[in-house]
T-cell receptor, first 114, second 105 residues
């Protein structure tokens, strides 16, 4: 089944403790991205990647890192999480950067930073 | 990037047709119009995409007038399960706050 998976689905952590949220897709998509969703603010793009080893900042990249060493994986790294990074995070992928804007989203990761 | 404006919320009843209009006055020549649906605590789901005139799939129809400065997502005969937030995107993957559709029995 074609899908985007994220892990963990729920995470409660403390300020400053490094964490990684994994994202994997099995559709051989070139383009992957991370969003965060907060009440009243909609979805905001954090980082995106057009292909392996090609990443770029989205609208709200501060406090986050990403890497794209393999086509299928696009982990989101929070080196020193802070409470304002408490949010619902979504990973998404699409075939490539051009053409259709049909993206496939993962199930989400709800992160709480205390 | 084209800015989009859509109603914050809409109410409907089961079995009715729902039309959600999105304004995008500064749409660029190459921009496509894309609509997504999102249920609570789930990732958005692609519904439909179009460039001009009318596009229809098994879920919805998308109407785009000749000037392309607006578009209308049409959901035929909605059911309770269509209660969700609907996002209009133009030429990008930038999501706004969407339209919250509530369907009542």
């Amino acid at each position: 089944e074609a899908q985007v998976t994220q892990n963990p689905r729920y995470l409660i952590t403390v300020t400053g403790k490094k964490l990684t949220v994994t994202c994997s897709q099995n559709m051989n998509h070139e383009y992957m991205s991370w969003y965060r969703q907060d009440p009243g603010l909609g979805l905001r793009q954090i980082y995106y990647s057009m292909n392996v080893e090609v990443t770029d900042k989205g609208d709200v990249p501060e406090g986050y890192k990403v890497s794209r060493k393999e086509k299928r994986n696009f982990p989101l790294i929070l080196e020193s999480p802070s409470p304002n990074q408490t949010s619902l995070y979504f990973c998404a992928s699409r075939p490539n950067a051009g053409g259709s804007y049909e993206q496939y989203f993962g199930p989400g990761t709800r992160l709480t930073v205390t | 990037l084209a800015k989009t404006t859509q109603p914050i919320s809409m109410d409907s009843y089961e079995g009715q047709e729902v039309n959600i209009t999105c304004s995008h006055n500064n749409i660029a020549t190459n921009d496509y119009i894309t609509w997504y649906q999102q249920f609570p605590s789930q990732g958005p789901r692609f519904i439909i995409q179009g460039y001009k005139t009318k596009v229809t799939n098994e879920v919805a129809s998308l109407f785009i007038p000749a000037d392309r400065k607006s578009s209308t997502l049409s959901l035929p005969r909605v059911s309770l399960s269509d209660t969700a937030v609907y996002y209009c995107l133009v030429g990008s993957l930038i999501f706004g706050t969407g339209t919250r559709l509530q369907v009542f029995p």
